[in-house]
């Protein structure tokens, strides 16, 4: 069978598994606000769904984005996800000689999409209590080149969680302003940081920010994001995009909605989360050889190294799965380190992480005896 049957069929079974408790795609389970779930009924019961939304997003959402943001000279191109804000500007930025540079551990796709496009990928290796898992202006610096198109910064960064600071940020953007590269900022975890600073912040003319409504808000199914750029930018990225008929009707209504009460919501989601990452910290400390890279995470998911307790992520992972509960294995985000964690998310109901904790030192247990996981993705 085809590798894509085979990863669909390993999704549709997890999709379709009643009650799996959702820990390994950084997803929110926790339950919809009622002015959410509102506004996507009322959607539906207007029946607009009939009609293509404006191409670049209803108007009243653009400038909540915006206003979310903090950015007021940019422009909003609302898309299907981050990944199609992704997919629009490696494709169209990247061309045959371009260099793409990025972090490793990071998100894997924009580099495939970038690679579609021609470019060469430079991997920055961040993954080490040495270095504070963290990308250094030095690391950058030697990295890049005249031929440097696109520099793409995951911050917080799936899936160690770290956040950068206002002047590490600065000092990516002086190194891409040197090379003339487009900054590609994906903030798809921001709302998760105690502190967030946007790169359009010091280079407004080559930032593209990278929004997402599937982690903070828990709309990961409904597909609704946005990149966020200065207009000539948005301009070049709304001639040909992957999808020029406006984006998911009820998807925007729910999205305008969730910015509306966001005050509201966000503070009491994030306390829970952490409360998660805590309870989590603490199963961790019991089981020898396993560990946290990096605690708090900045982001709604933790890094649990399991390398020193004798057992492969993918066993670790296929012993949960047993159990209705979903993890991810490390090397979905990268080959190199992969082997040495599984990603665990914390944006689920209490019951769930207390029992993800509570399971854990059999689940170890029971990892160590198994040889021949199958296929994950
Ligand atoms: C770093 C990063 N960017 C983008 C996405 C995709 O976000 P969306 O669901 O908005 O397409 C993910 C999903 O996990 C992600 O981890």
């Keep these: 069978m085809r590798t894509f049957e085979v990863r669909n069929r390993h999704f549709d079974r997890l999709f379709n598994t009643p009650n799996l408790m959702w820990f390994g795609q950084n997803t929110n389970h926790f339950r919809t606000h009622p002015a959410v779930r509102r506004a996507m009924l009322d959607s539906i019961d207007a029946e607009e769904f009939h009609a293509y939304a404006p191409p670049a997003g209803l108007e009243e959402l653009r400038t909540l984005?915006?206003?979310?943001?903090?950015?007021?000279?940019?422009?909003?191109?609302?898309?299907?996800?981050?990944?199609?804000?992704?997919?629009?500007?490696?494709r169209t930025l990247s061309e045959?000689?371009?260099?793409?540079?990025?972090?490793?551990?990071?998100?894997?796709?924009?580099?495939?999409?970038?690679?579609?496009?021609?470019?060469?990928?430079?991997?920055?290796?961040?993954?080490?209590?040495e270095n504070g898992y963290r990308l250094s202006a030095a690391q950058l610096k030697a990295?890049?080149?005249?031929?440097?198109?696109?520099?793409?910064?995951?911050?917080?960064?799936?899936?160690?969680?770290v956040c950068y600071t206002p002047a590490e940020i600065r000092a990516f953007t002086d190194?891409?302003?040197?090379?003339?590269?487009?900054?590609?900022?994906?903030?798809?975890?921001?709302?998760?940081?105690?502190?967030?600073?946007?790169?359009?912040?010091?280079?407004?003319?080559?930032?593209?920010?990278?929004?997402?409504?599937?982690?903070?808000?828990?709309?990961?199914?409904?597909?609704?994001g946005a990149l966020v750029a200065q207009p000539d930018l948005v301009e070049r990225l709304a001639v040909a995009p992957p999808n020029n008929l406006g984006c998911n009707v009820i998807?925007?209504?729910?999205?305008?909605?969730?910015?509306?009460v966001k005050q509201e919501w966000l503070p009491d989601i994030n306390r829970r989360q952490r409360r998660n990452q805590?309870?989590?910290?603490?199963?961790?400390?019991?089981?020898?050889?396993l560990k946290i890279a990096v605690y708090p995470s900045q982001a709604n998911f933790l890094v649990v190294e399991c390398i020193e307790a004798g057992v492969t992520p993918e066993?670790?992972?296929?012993?949960?799965?047993?159990e209705g509960i979903m993890i991810r294995q490390g090397s979905y985000h990268t080959p190199r380190f992969g082997h040495r964690f599984v990603k665990i998310a914390t944006t689920v109901p209490e019951a769930w992480t207390d029992a993800l904790c509570a399971k854990l030192p059999a689940m170890v247990g029971k990892a160590r005896g198994i040889k021949n996981p199958g296929a994950l993705f």
């Excluded at 981050?82 to 629009?88: D, G, I, R, S």
């Excluded at 793409?100 to 580099?111: L, N, Y």
């Excluded at 502190?195 to 912040?201: N, P, Q, W």
Aim: charged fraction near 20%; glycine fraction near 8%; charge should be neutral.
């Design 251 to 260: 998807s925007q209504r729910a999205a305008i909605a969730g910015l509306k």
């Design 96 to 129: 045959p000689g371009s260099q793409f540079v990025t972090t490793d551990p990071g998100w894997k796709w924009p580099m495939q999409f970038a690679m579609a496009s021609g470019a060469t990928v430079t991997e920055i290796p961040i993954y080490g209590a």
């Design 175 to 224: 190194i891409a302003r040197k090379v003339g590269a487009y900054f590609l900022h994906d903030a798809t975890y921001r709302h998760f940081a105690d502190e967030h600073t946007l790169a359009a912040r010091f280079y407004p003319e080559r930032s593209i920010t990278i929004y997402s409504f599937s982690k903070w808000l828990g709309l990961a199914g409904l597909r609704i």
């Design 278 to 289: 805590a309870e989590i910290h603490k199963a961790v400390a019991k089981v020898s050889g």
């Design 315 to 322: 066993a670790l992972c296929e012993a949960f799965r047993g």
């Design 65 to 90: 984005i915006l206003q979310d943001l903090g950015l007021a000279d940019a422009a909003v191109l609302v898309t299907d996800g981050a990944v199609e804000a992704l997919y629009n500007v490696c």
């Design 143 to 161: 990295a890049v080149t005249d031929k440097t198109r696109i520099i793409y910064l995951v911050d917080p960064n799936n899936p160690l969680g």
